[in-house]
């Protein structure tokens, strides 16, 4: 069984419910089709577009589910027949415009008006569109700007197969942002913490300030969501260091999941406001993914140089190899890229060392809450396992193992230890995640293999063996 693809109506970026700017998105449509009123939007929307079912024909009935879908404490989503004629109809009339965005319909009910506008082909963009802008976030000096593409989810069977999960799949469920961020603040996990102390000791550091100060990067690109307050750190140092001749900065934040971006994007607009800014951040979020980088017009400014960061422990949950030849290709001489990482202690090569780390592992990650975040994994591959107990028990029962990063094919990186969370039961014992650690010098120089050359190591000062590794790109 495939994944589902992503619904855009149980997504919500705001905590009411309704179509997020409607009567905005309504002027949109109005303006693009030429109609004066709703009920001529209705009735040409339901003319030109195609939709399957044919669930709603009458454009008196179209218009007396507009107010309904208002956000507000009694709105309702576009989940019945008439919002799903709406949807249908109005994504199938933009797409005949030239609007080919592959996200467009998901935008039409979660994303801003901006985003909408953002889509639509230059030469429909009129001054009265224009005017239909939100302008609230420019005036408190801040612009968001969504590019929310659906990506081709990963192939379950195939996973299954080879047994081991595509670590993206626990991100792809509507709850993920809530159930990471369960995870991030969990008294246990104290990743979470050492890799901020990391950053900010990073962020302190006079070669990192001379960078911003002499090079002034219009901004930076965070490869992985769900850390916000860390995103919020590199902005404010950012504000602070790079020259006023960059009269706006550009943070850009590209995931995988549009869950984990809605999340961590609606996080960053609060900090944004609470601690104001003396010059525009444009957010630019790109539902993306990050090991397989395209020369997307919103990624990075060409000619400027790019500040790049992952944070947390997401190096260790995909294909180095894969992430840094992805980098590479979209870098720039002169950019520097920022990884954060769990090393491996010194003597976890001898037999007793060996114990230690393996037992100190397994007490760190078997725990209720990672449990919950393998839950989207384990619902993915449930129906080919062949499991003799529930699936609650099934999810109770994951092991926790230490295998090679490379043996076990988790990691290009040599010497690398990988944590493996495995199904224990069925037909086939399955790796629904996994995690590696690494030698630092063995991570610096494959890095280097790839034009990356180590310019600092900064550790955590309550976890000396959690680094942040600054690199730049030579080439």
């Keep these: 069984m495939e994944t589902a693809p992503i619904q855009p109506t149980t997504l919500r970026n705001t905590p009411s419910k309704g179509i997020l700017d409607f009567d905005q998105k309504l002027g949109v449509l109005m303006s693009v089709l030429g109609?004066?009123?709703?009920?001529?939007?209705?009735?040409?929307?339901?003319?030109?577009?195609?939709?399957?079912?044919?669930?709603?024909?009458?454009?008196?009935?179209?218009?007396?589910?507009?107010?309904?879908?208002?956000?507000?404490?009694?709105?309702?989503d576009p989940t019945g027949d008439a919002g799903r004629t709406f949807l249908d109809c109005a994504t199938c009339v933009l797409n005949q415009m030239g609007c080919t965005e592959s996200s467009l319909r998901t935008i039409i009910s979660i994303g801003s008006v901006d985003d909408l506008i953002n889509l639509l082909p230059e030469t429909l963009v009129t001054p009265e569109i224009e005017r239909l802008r939100k302008r609230d976030a420019r005036e408190e000096g801040m612009l968001v700007v969504r590019l929310a593409t659906e990506t081709r989810p990963p192939s379950v069977k195939e996973d299954y197969e080879r047994g081991v999960m595509d670590q993206r799949l626990c991100y792809l469920a509507p709850d993920a942002a809530a159930v990471w961020d369960a995870v991030a603040k969990a008294g246990t996990y104290r990743q979470y913490q050492q890799c901020s102390e990391a950053l900010e000791a990073f962020l302190a550091l006079p070669k990192w300030q001379e960078f911003c100060r002499e090079q002034a990067p219009d901004g930076a690109i965070a490869l992985g969501a769900g850390s916000a307050s860390k995103d919020l750190m590199i902005i404010e140092s950012l504000q602070s260091l790079v020259p006023e001749s960059r009269p706006k900065l550009a943070y850009r934040l590209v995931d995988y999941s549009i869950y984990m971006l809605t999340g961590t994007?609606?996080?960053?607009?609060?900090?944004?406001?609470?601690?104001?800014?003396?010059?525009?951040v444009e957010v630019v979020t790109l539902c993306k993914d990050f090991t397989n980088l395209k020369p997307w017009r919103h990624l990075r400014r060409p000619g400027v140089p790019a500040a790049w960061f992952i944070n947390g422990g997401t190096i260790g949950n995909i294909n180095e190899a894969d992430f840094l030849n992805s980098i590479a290709k979209r870098a720039e001489v002169g950019d520097w890229l920022m990884i954060s990482m769990d090393t491996i202690p010194e003597d976890a090569a001898t037999p007793g060392g060996r114990e230690r780390f393996t037992a100190e592992l397994k007490d760190k990650y078997d725990q209720p809450y990672l449990r919950e975040l393998l839950r989207p994994s384990l619902a993915a591959v449930w129906p080919y396992l062949d499991y003799p107990r529930s699936f609650e028990k099934a999810l109770l029962e994951i092991?926790?193992?230490?295998?090679?990063?490379?043996?076990?094919?988790?990691?290009?990186?040599?010497?690398?230890?990988?944590?493996?969370?495995?199904?224990?039961?069925?037909?086939?014992?399955?790796?629904?995640l996994a995690s590696t650690r690494y030698v630092e010098q063995s991570f610096v120089d494959y890095a280097a293999t790839d034009g990356f050359k180590k310019i600092d190591s900064i550790p955590s000062r309550k976890n000396p063996r959690y680094k942040l590794v600054a690199f730049k790109y030579e080439g």
């Design 35 to 76: 109609k004066r009123t709703q009920w001529e939007l209705a009735d040409e929307l339901l003319k030109r577009g195609s939709y399957e079912l044919k669930l709603v024909t009458s454009p008196d009935t179209l218009v007396q589910s507009f107010k309904s879908w208002r956000p507000g404490p009694h709105a309702h």
């Design 265 to 280: 994007e609606a996080a960053i607009q609060t900090g944004l406001r609470d601690v104001g800014s003396w010059r525009p």
């Design 399 to 432: 092991e926790v193992d230490i295998a090679s990063g490379t043996q076990r094919r988790h990691s290009a990186i040599p010497n690398s230890l990988s944590v493996e969370f495995s199904t224990a039961g069925g037909n086939k014992n399955v790796v629904l």
